[in-house]
Protein backbone atom coordinates (compact mmCIF):
# COMPACT_ATOMS: atom_id res chain seq x y z
CA UNK A 1 0.00 0.00 0.00
CA UNK A 2 1.36 3.45 -0.93
CA UNK A 3 1.63 7.11 0.44
CA UNK A 4 -1.67 7.78 -1.96
CA UNK A 5 -3.91 4.87 -1.32
CA UNK A 6 -2.93 5.41 2.95
CA UNK A 7 -4.18 9.27 2.21
CA UNK A 8 -7.33 8.64 0.47
CA UNK A 9 -8.54 5.93 3.40
CA UNK A 10 -7.60 8.39 6.09
CA UNK A 11 -9.43 10.95 3.90
CA UNK A 12 -12.39 8.87 3.42
CA UNK A 13 -12.10 7.77 7.34
CA UNK A 14 -12.08 11.58 8.19
CA UNK A 15 -15.09 12.73 6.12
CA UNK A 16 -17.09 9.44 7.85
CA UNK A 17 -16.19 10.17 11.39
CA UNK A 18 -17.31 14.34 10.98
CA UNK A 19 -20.27 13.52 9.42
CA UNK A 20 -21.35 10.87 11.87
CA UNK A 21 -20.51 14.02 14.74
CA UNK A 22 -23.04 15.98 12.73
CA UNK A 23 -25.93 13.27 12.57
CA UNK A 24 -25.07 13.10 16.32
CA UNK A 25 -25.50 16.81 17.26
CA UNK A 26 -28.53 17.32 14.90
CA UNK A 27 -30.35 14.42 16.28
CA UNK A 28 -29.41 14.95 19.91
CA UNK A 29 -32.19 17.38 21.28
CA UNK A 30 -32.05 20.26 23.52
CA UNK A 31 -28.99 19.42 25.69
CA UNK A 32 -28.25 19.94 29.75
CA UNK A 33 -24.97 22.51 30.74
CA UNK A 34 -24.21 19.35 32.78
CA UNK A 35 -24.72 16.56 29.20
CA UNK A 36 -22.28 19.04 27.49
CA UNK A 37 -20.01 19.23 30.12
CA UNK A 38 -19.61 15.31 30.27
CA UNK A 39 -19.24 14.96 26.55
CA UNK A 40 -16.50 17.58 26.42
CA UNK A 41 -14.62 15.74 29.56
CA UNK A 42 -14.81 12.43 27.30
CA UNK A 43 -14.14 14.33 24.05
CA UNK A 44 -10.71 16.46 25.81
CA UNK A 45 -9.74 12.83 27.64
CA UNK A 46 -10.21 10.65 24.30
CA UNK A 47 -7.96 13.50 23.13
CA UNK A 48 -5.11 13.83 25.60
CA UNK A 49 -4.89 9.73 25.13
CA UNK A 50 -4.40 10.02 21.00
CA UNK A 51 -2.08 12.61 21.46
CA UNK A 52 -0.12 10.68 23.92
CA UNK A 53 0.10 7.88 22.23
CA UNK A 54 0.90 9.69 18.90
CA UNK A 55 3.84 11.24 20.38
CA UNK A 56 4.82 7.96 22.18
CA UNK A 57 4.48 5.95 18.54
CA UNK A 58 2.02 3.59 20.65
CA UNK A 59 -0.54 2.21 17.90
CA UNK A 60 -1.58 -0.80 19.76
CA UNK A 61 -5.10 0.31 20.50
CA UNK A 62 -5.93 1.46 17.22
CA UNK A 63 -5.06 -1.86 15.26
CA UNK A 64 -8.40 -3.05 15.49
CA UNK A 65 -9.74 0.11 13.85
CA UNK A 66 -6.98 0.04 10.66
CA UNK A 67 -7.74 -3.80 10.34
CA UNK A 68 -12.02 -2.62 10.32
CA UNK A 69 -11.18 0.14 7.93
CA UNK A 70 -9.09 -2.40 5.60
CA UNK A 71 -12.35 -4.85 5.72
CA UNK A 72 -14.41 -1.98 5.16
CA UNK A 73 -13.18 -0.79 1.84
CA UNK A 74 -12.87 -4.61 0.92
CA UNK A 75 -8.70 -4.10 0.99
CA UNK A 76 -6.77 -7.48 1.88
CA UNK A 77 -5.57 -7.20 5.50
CA UNK A 78 -1.88 -6.36 6.35
CA UNK A 79 0.75 -7.99 8.36
CA UNK A 80 0.74 -5.54 11.37
CA UNK A 81 5.00 -5.82 11.73
CA UNK A 82 5.23 -4.19 8.20
CA UNK A 83 5.90 -0.48 7.78
CA UNK A 84 2.57 0.13 5.58
CA UNK A 85 0.79 -0.97 8.50
CA UNK A 86 2.40 1.20 10.67
CA UNK A 87 1.72 4.06 8.45
CA UNK A 88 -1.37 3.70 8.35
CA UNK A 89 -1.94 3.55 11.90
CA UNK A 90 0.04 6.34 12.41
CA UNK A 91 -1.89 8.28 9.77
CA UNK A 92 -5.53 7.21 11.43
CA UNK A 93 -4.23 8.38 14.84
CA UNK A 94 -3.29 11.30 13.61
CA UNK A 95 -6.45 11.81 11.88
CA UNK A 96 -8.64 10.78 15.57
CA UNK A 97 -6.38 13.46 16.98
CA UNK A 98 -7.57 16.24 14.35
CA UNK A 99 -11.09 15.53 14.81
CA UNK A 100 -11.44 14.81 18.39
CA UNK A 101 -10.53 18.67 18.36
CA UNK A 102 -12.80 19.73 16.12
CA UNK A 103 -15.27 17.99 17.36
CA UNK A 104 -14.78 19.38 21.08
CA UNK A 105 -14.96 22.74 18.93
CA UNK A 106 -18.03 21.45 17.46
CA UNK A 107 -19.65 20.75 20.55
CA UNK A 108 -19.26 24.22 21.70
CA UNK A 109 -20.98 25.61 18.52
CA UNK A 110 -17.18 26.48 16.64
CA UNK A 111 -17.04 25.27 13.18
CA UNK A 112 -14.05 27.50 12.35
CA UNK A 113 -12.63 24.48 11.27
CA UNK A 114 -14.17 23.05 8.22
CA UNK A 115 -14.42 19.84 7.00
CA UNK A 116 -12.00 20.95 4.03
CA UNK A 117 -8.95 21.87 5.72
CA UNK A 118 -9.27 18.63 7.96
CA UNK A 119 -9.36 16.77 4.43
CA UNK A 120 -6.44 19.04 3.26
CA UNK A 121 -4.17 17.77 6.09
CA UNK A 122 -4.59 14.33 4.76
CA UNK A 123 -3.52 15.20 0.92
CA UNK A 124 -0.23 14.17 0.85
CA UNK A 125 3.16 16.45 0.51
CA UNK A 126 4.07 18.40 -3.36
CA UNK A 127 6.66 16.12 -5.18
CA UNK A 128 9.70 18.39 -3.61
CA UNK A 129 8.56 17.00 -0.41
CA UNK A 130 7.58 18.97 3.20
CA UNK A 131 9.52 22.04 4.28
CA UNK A 132 10.95 22.26 7.68
CA UNK A 133 12.48 24.62 10.19
CA UNK A 134 16.48 24.11 10.76
CA UNK A 135 15.42 23.70 14.41
CA UNK A 136 18.88 22.54 15.99
CA UNK A 137 19.04 19.14 18.08
CA UNK A 138 20.29 21.18 21.16
CA UNK A 139 17.35 23.94 21.40
CA UNK A 140 14.60 21.13 20.34
CA UNK A 141 15.97 19.03 23.73
CA UNK A 142 14.33 21.71 26.06
CA UNK A 143 11.44 22.57 24.06
CA UNK A 144 10.76 18.64 24.35
CA UNK A 145 11.94 18.63 28.34
CA UNK A 146 9.76 21.70 28.58
CA UNK A 147 6.49 20.31 27.17
CA UNK A 148 6.45 16.85 29.12
CA UNK A 149 7.86 18.43 32.55
CA UNK A 150 5.24 17.44 34.84
CA UNK A 151 6.33 13.40 34.44
CA UNK A 152 7.75 12.10 37.38
CA UNK A 153 11.37 13.24 38.19
CA UNK A 154 13.14 9.86 37.55
CA UNK A 155 11.75 9.87 34.39
CA UNK A 156 12.43 13.48 33.68
CA UNK A 157 16.12 12.68 34.56
CA UNK A 158 16.28 9.93 32.16
CA UNK A 159 15.01 11.60 29.30
CA UNK A 160 17.83 14.76 30.13
CA UNK A 161 20.70 12.36 30.28
CA UNK A 162 19.65 10.13 27.28
CA UNK A 163 18.86 13.04 25.19
CA UNK A 164 22.39 14.13 26.16
CA UNK A 165 23.91 11.20 25.14
CA UNK A 166 22.22 11.52 22.13
CA UNK A 167 23.32 15.15 21.45
CA UNK A 168 27.18 13.95 22.28
CA UNK A 169 27.07 11.17 19.91
CA UNK A 170 25.53 12.70 16.68
CA UNK A 171 26.21 16.39 17.16
CA UNK A 172 24.17 19.84 16.95
CA UNK A 173 22.61 18.80 13.49
CA UNK A 174 18.90 20.00 12.62
CA UNK A 175 16.50 17.57 13.66
CA UNK A 176 14.65 17.22 10.75
CA UNK A 177 18.20 16.03 8.95
CA UNK A 178 19.01 12.83 11.59
CA UNK A 179 18.36 9.82 9.65
CA UNK A 180 18.50 6.41 11.14
CA UNK A 181 22.04 5.79 10.16
CA UNK A 182 22.67 8.76 13.06
CA UNK A 183 20.59 6.63 15.64
CA UNK A 184 22.35 3.15 14.78
CA UNK A 185 25.54 5.05 15.19
CA UNK A 186 23.89 6.17 18.73
CA UNK A 187 23.09 2.48 19.82
CA UNK A 188 26.69 1.16 18.57
CA UNK A 189 28.57 3.69 20.41
CA UNK A 190 26.27 2.56 23.63
CA UNK A 191 27.62 -0.69 23.58
CA UNK A 192 31.24 0.16 23.42
CA UNK A 193 30.49 2.08 27.04
CA UNK A 194 30.80 0.40 30.67
CA UNK A 195 27.40 0.30 33.23
CA UNK A 196 27.02 3.29 35.54
CA UNK A 197 28.65 5.64 32.88
CA UNK A 198 28.03 8.72 35.02
CA UNK A 199 29.20 7.15 38.49
CA UNK A 200 32.58 5.83 36.47
CA UNK A 201 33.03 9.32 34.07
CA UNK A 202 31.15 12.04 36.22
CA UNK A 203 31.24 15.04 33.98
CA UNK A 204 33.06 13.37 30.98
CA UNK A 205 31.49 13.44 27.27
CA UNK A 206 30.57 10.43 25.62
CA UNK A 207 33.86 10.55 23.02
CA UNK A 208 35.75 11.28 26.34
CA UNK A 209 34.28 8.19 27.97
CA UNK A 210 35.24 6.12 25.07
CA UNK A 211 38.92 7.53 24.75
CA UNK A 212 39.43 6.41 28.53
CA UNK A 213 38.14 2.91 28.37
CA UNK A 214 40.58 2.33 24.82
CA UNK A 215 43.23 3.38 27.01
CA UNK A 216 42.34 1.08 29.37
CA UNK A 217 41.07 -1.93 26.99
CA UNK A 218 39.49 -4.92 29.51
CA UNK A 219 39.65 -2.90 32.18
CA UNK A 220 35.64 -1.28 31.73
CA UNK A 221 34.61 -3.72 33.49
CA UNK A 222 30.87 -4.52 32.42
CA UNK A 223 29.11 -3.13 29.34
CA UNK A 224 26.26 -1.42 29.70
CA UNK A 225 23.05 -4.33 28.85
CA UNK A 226 20.65 -4.47 25.91
CA UNK A 227 18.08 -3.73 28.42
CA UNK A 228 19.29 -0.13 29.34
CA UNK A 229 20.12 0.47 25.35
CA UNK A 230 16.82 -0.36 24.96
CA UNK A 231 15.65 2.14 27.81
CA UNK A 232 17.49 4.98 25.97
CA UNK A 233 16.54 4.04 23.16
CA UNK A 234 12.97 4.51 24.03
CA UNK A 235 13.69 7.65 25.16
CA UNK A 236 14.70 8.91 22.35
CA UNK A 237 12.43 7.35 20.21
CA UNK A 238 9.68 9.02 22.22
CA UNK A 239 11.33 12.50 21.51
CA UNK A 240 11.14 11.99 17.44
CA UNK A 241 7.86 10.84 18.10
CA UNK A 242 6.89 14.15 19.30
CA UNK A 243 8.87 16.07 16.87
CA UNK A 244 6.72 14.32 14.30
CA UNK A 245 3.85 15.19 16.21
CA UNK A 246 4.50 18.81 16.44
CA UNK A 247 5.36 18.93 12.80
CA UNK A 248 9.23 19.12 13.10
CA UNK A 249 10.70 16.37 10.90
CA UNK A 250 8.82 13.97 8.09
CA UNK A 251 6.75 11.02 9.36
CA UNK A 252 9.40 8.98 9.84
CA UNK A 253 10.89 8.05 13.12
CA UNK A 254 14.32 7.02 13.09
CA UNK A 255 14.36 4.95 16.00
CA UNK A 256 12.01 2.71 14.85
CA UNK A 257 13.29 -1.12 14.51
CA UNK A 258 16.58 -0.19 16.62
CA UNK A 259 15.84 -1.80 19.77
CA UNK A 260 17.67 -5.08 20.31
CA UNK A 261 15.02 -8.09 20.27
CA UNK A 262 15.09 -10.73 22.73
CA UNK A 263 15.90 -8.53 25.93
CA UNK A 264 12.93 -9.25 28.44
CA UNK A 265 10.79 -6.36 30.18
CA UNK A 266 12.14 -5.30 33.36
CA UNK A 267 9.63 -7.14 36.25
CA UNK A 268 9.11 -7.68 39.77
CA UNK A 269 8.41 -10.83 41.31
CA UNK A 270 5.70 -11.05 43.94
CA UNK A 271 6.32 -12.11 47.90
CA UNK A 272 5.19 -15.34 49.06
CA UNK A 273 3.40 -16.06 52.26
CA UNK A 274 7.03 -17.35 53.60
CA UNK A 275 8.96 -13.91 51.90
CA UNK A 276 6.73 -12.01 53.80
CA UNK A 277 6.37 -14.07 57.47
CA UNK A 278 10.57 -13.73 57.02
CA UNK A 279 11.12 -10.35 56.25
CA UNK A 280 8.38 -8.75 58.54
CA UNK A 281 9.37 -10.95 62.17
CA UNK A 282 13.10 -10.81 61.36
CA UNK A 283 14.67 -9.17 64.37
CA UNK A 284 16.37 -6.85 61.60
CA UNK A 285 13.11 -5.86 60.31
CA UNK A 286 11.58 -5.28 64.09
CA UNK A 287 14.76 -3.36 65.12
CA UNK A 288 13.99 -0.19 62.98
CA UNK A 289 10.98 0.56 65.03
CA UNK A 290 13.23 0.46 67.95
CA UNK A 291 15.88 2.38 66.67
CA UNK A 292 13.57 4.90 65.35
CA UNK A 293 13.94 4.57 61.53
CA UNK A 294 10.24 5.20 60.88
CA UNK A 295 10.38 5.48 57.29
CA UNK A 296 12.37 1.45 57.35
CA UNK A 297 9.78 0.07 59.21
CA UNK A 298 5.96 1.66 58.21
CA UNK A 299 7.06 2.26 54.15
CA UNK A 300 6.98 -1.31 53.46
CA UNK A 301 4.06 -2.27 55.42
CA UNK A 302 1.95 0.32 53.91
CA UNK A 303 3.16 -1.29 50.48
CA UNK A 304 2.04 -4.39 51.64
CA UNK A 305 -1.05 -3.25 52.72
CA UNK A 306 -2.07 -0.72 49.66
CA UNK A 307 0.04 -2.07 46.66
CA UNK A 308 1.09 1.45 46.33
CA UNK A 309 3.89 2.78 44.44
CA UNK A 310 6.64 3.50 46.15
CA UNK A 311 7.61 7.02 45.78
CA UNK A 312 3.63 7.57 45.89
CA UNK A 313 4.12 6.95 50.13
CA UNK A 314 7.43 7.62 50.46
CA UNK A 315 6.70 11.13 49.70
CA UNK A 316 3.67 11.74 51.32
CA UNK A 317 2.85 14.83 53.52
CA UNK A 318 1.19 14.66 56.92
CA UNK A 319 -1.81 16.56 55.27
CA UNK A 320 -2.58 13.62 52.29
CA UNK A 321 -3.40 11.29 55.73
CA UNK A 322 -7.04 11.90 56.24
CA UNK A 323 -10.08 11.02 57.73
CA UNK A 324 -13.72 10.02 56.04
CA UNK A 325 -16.26 8.96 58.67
CA UNK A 326 -14.24 5.98 59.92
CA UNK A 327 -12.04 5.50 57.14
CA UNK A 328 -8.43 7.29 57.13
CA UNK A 329 -6.93 7.16 54.04
CA UNK A 330 -4.07 8.56 51.46
CA UNK A 331 -5.01 11.02 49.59
CA UNK A 332 -2.72 10.83 46.86
CA UNK A 333 -2.63 13.49 44.67
CA UNK A 334 0.11 15.68 42.63
CA UNK A 335 1.51 18.53 44.77
CA UNK A 336 3.19 21.23 42.32
CA UNK A 337 4.80 22.98 46.01
CA UNK A 338 6.83 19.87 46.73
CA UNK A 339 7.50 18.59 43.14
CA UNK A 340 5.60 15.41 43.91
CA UNK A 341 4.30 14.23 39.97
CA UNK A 342 1.60 11.24 39.56
CA UNK A 343 2.93 8.86 36.78
CA UNK A 344 -0.57 8.85 35.45
CA UNK A 345 -4.18 10.78 35.65
CA UNK A 346 -5.25 7.33 37.21
CA UNK A 347 -2.98 7.31 39.72
CA UNK A 348 -4.54 10.49 41.37
CA UNK A 349 -6.79 8.30 44.15
CA UNK A 350 -7.39 7.80 47.85
CA UNK A 351 -6.49 4.70 49.40
CA UNK A 352 -7.83 3.34 52.28
CA UNK A 353 -4.96 2.47 55.36
CA UNK A 354 -5.76 -0.93 56.02
CA UNK A 355 -6.87 -1.63 59.61
CA UNK A 356 -3.88 -3.76 60.98
CA UNK A 357 -1.60 -0.92 59.92
CA UNK A 358 -3.97 1.29 62.69
CA UNK A 359 -3.28 -1.74 65.02
CA UNK A 360 0.57 -1.25 64.69
CA UNK A 361 -0.06 1.99 65.75
CA UNK A 362 0.67 3.98 62.59
CA UNK A 363 -2.28 7.20 63.10
CA UNK A 364 -0.42 7.51 66.33
CA UNK A 365 3.13 7.85 64.53
CA UNK A 366 1.40 10.38 62.28
CA UNK A 367 -0.06 12.55 64.97
CA UNK A 368 3.43 12.97 66.72
CA UNK A 369 4.76 14.07 63.57
CA UNK A 370 2.15 16.29 63.41
CA UNK A 371 2.73 17.92 66.99
CA UNK A 372 6.17 18.53 66.27
CA UNK A 373 5.47 20.42 63.75
CA UNK A 374 6.90 18.50 61.11
CA UNK A 375 5.63 18.23 57.26
CA UNK A 376 6.48 15.28 55.80
CA UNK A 377 4.92 11.82 56.89
CA UNK A 378 8.72 10.48 56.56
CA UNK A 379 11.51 13.76 56.35
CA UNK A 380 14.62 13.38 54.70
CA UNK A 381 17.82 12.78 56.85
CA UNK A 382 19.26 16.07 56.71
CA UNK A 383 22.67 15.12 57.85
CA UNK A 384 22.68 12.87 54.10
CA UNK A 385 23.33 15.08 51.08
CA UNK A 386 22.57 14.60 47.67
CA UNK A 387 19.23 13.42 45.68
CA UNK A 388 18.73 10.62 46.43
CA UNK A 389 14.94 9.97 48.18
CA UNK A 390 13.65 8.61 50.96
CA UNK A 391 12.12 5.88 48.95
CA UNK A 392 15.44 5.62 47.36
CA UNK A 393 17.26 5.15 51.21
CA UNK A 394 14.51 2.44 52.21
CA UNK A 395 14.65 0.87 49.15
CA UNK A 396 18.73 0.43 49.41
CA UNK A 397 18.38 -0.88 52.84
CA UNK A 398 15.26 -2.88 51.91
CA UNK A 399 17.22 -4.78 49.67
CA UNK A 400 20.48 -5.38 52.00
CA UNK A 401 18.05 -6.90 54.28
CA UNK A 402 16.59 -9.17 51.31
CA UNK A 403 19.66 -10.38 50.61
CA UNK A 404 21.16 -11.28 54.20
CA UNK A 405 17.33 -13.00 54.73
CA UNK A 406 18.33 -15.12 51.70
CA UNK A 407 14.89 -14.39 50.30
CA UNK A 408 14.90 -16.37 47.01
CA UNK A 409 14.79 -14.29 43.42
CA UNK A 410 15.09 -10.73 42.89
CA UNK A 411 12.85 -9.37 45.44
CA UNK A 412 12.30 -5.12 45.41
CA UNK A 413 10.01 -2.76 47.42
CA UNK A 414 8.23 -2.81 44.08
CA UNK A 415 7.08 -6.26 44.19
CA UNK A 416 4.65 -5.31 46.91
CA UNK A 417 2.76 -3.55 44.41
CA UNK A 418 1.96 -7.19 42.40
CA UNK A 419 1.91 -9.11 45.29
CA UNK A 420 -1.30 -6.93 46.52
CA UNK A 421 -2.62 -7.29 42.91
CA UNK A 422 -2.76 -10.76 43.36
CA UNK A 423 -4.10 -10.98 46.50
CA UNK A 424 -6.88 -8.44 45.69
CA UNK A 425 -7.83 -10.77 42.73
CA UNK A 426 -7.47 -13.93 44.60
CA UNK A 427 -10.17 -12.79 47.82
CA UNK A 428 -12.38 -11.67 44.66
CA UNK A 429 -12.09 -7.94 44.79
CA UNK A 430 -13.07 -7.42 41.11
CA UNK A 431 -11.48 -5.77 38.41
CA UNK A 432 -12.82 -2.17 38.83
CA UNK A 433 -11.98 -1.63 42.56
CA UNK A 434 -8.30 -3.60 42.23
CA UNK A 435 -7.78 -0.84 39.27
CA UNK A 436 -9.13 2.62 41.89
CA UNK A 437 -7.15 1.02 44.83
CA UNK A 438 -3.95 0.29 42.46
CA UNK A 439 -3.97 3.83 40.28
CA UNK A 440 -4.50 1.68 37.29
CA UNK A 441 -6.29 3.37 34.08
CA UNK A 442 -9.70 2.21 33.12
CA UNK A 443 -10.82 -0.09 30.53
CA UNK A 444 -12.81 2.66 28.87
CA UNK A 445 -13.92 6.20 29.45
CA UNK A 446 -16.96 6.02 31.29
CA UNK A 447 -14.63 4.04 33.59
CA UNK A 448 -12.06 6.58 33.94
CA UNK A 449 -13.82 9.52 33.75
CA UNK A 450 -17.36 8.67 36.28
CA UNK A 451 -16.83 5.74 37.97
CA UNK A 452 -15.18 6.50 41.55
CA UNK A 453 -16.37 3.94 44.30
CA UNK A 454 -17.24 5.29 47.65
CA UNK A 455 -14.03 5.35 50.35
CA UNK A 456 -15.93 2.84 52.90
CA UNK A 457 -16.42 0.38 49.60
CA UNK A 458 -12.71 0.35 48.76
CA UNK A 459 -11.88 0.50 52.55
CA UNK A 460 -13.79 -2.91 52.77
CA UNK A 461 -12.67 -4.31 49.87
CA UNK A 462 -9.36 -3.77 51.31
CA UNK A 463 -9.94 -5.22 54.70
CA UNK A 464 -10.36 -8.95 52.70
CA UNK A 465 -6.49 -8.77 52.43
CA UNK A 466 -5.62 -9.86 55.80
CA UNK A 467 -1.42 -10.31 56.55
CA UNK A 468 -2.23 -10.51 60.20
CA UNK A 469 -1.58 -14.55 60.36
CA UNK A 470 2.11 -13.91 58.53
CA UNK A 471 3.28 -10.69 60.96
CA UNK A 472 2.71 -12.02 64.08
CA UNK A 473 5.10 -10.29 67.17
CA UNK A 474 5.53 -7.20 65.22
CA UNK A 475 6.33 -4.40 67.41
CA UNK A 476 3.64 -1.23 67.76
CA UNK A 477 4.49 2.45 67.78
CA UNK A 478 4.00 4.35 71.05
CA UNK A 479 4.90 8.26 70.76
CA UNK A 480 8.14 8.69 72.44
Same mark, same amino acid.
Given at each position: MDKAEIDLLIRRWTAAALEEGEVERATSGPLSEAKLDDISTGLGIALEAAHEEL? %??????????????????????? +?????????? @?????? @???DVLRTELDRWQGDYT??????????? %????????? +? @???????? #???????????? %?????????????? %??VNNKPVHTIAKADCILYRDTLRKLPANLSKRFPGRTINEALALVAHKPGKSGALLSKNTINQDLMHIGHFFGWLIAEGKRGKDNPVDGLAFDG???????????? +????????????????????????????????GARREEVA???? #? +???????????????? #????RRLKNKASRRRVPIHSHLIELGFIDY???????GETLLFPKDKRKKGRATMGDAVSKWFARTVKGLKIPGKKTLHGFRPTVATRLYEVGVDGETRRELLGHSGKDVHEQVYLRPPLAMLSGHLEKMDFRPLLKGLPVYHAS
Open positions: V %GCDYSRVTGEVDELLATHKLPPL +DHQSEAFKRL @ARELLR @AKRTGNGSLLQNHQ %GSTAEGPQF +D @ALPLSEAI #PLYLKHFEDRAP %GTIEAKQNALRRFL %GVVEAKSHETFSDK +DISTIFTSTKYKAQLWDKEYARYFLPLILLYSNLAL #P +DIQKEGSVYFMDLAPD #PTRGVEWMRAK
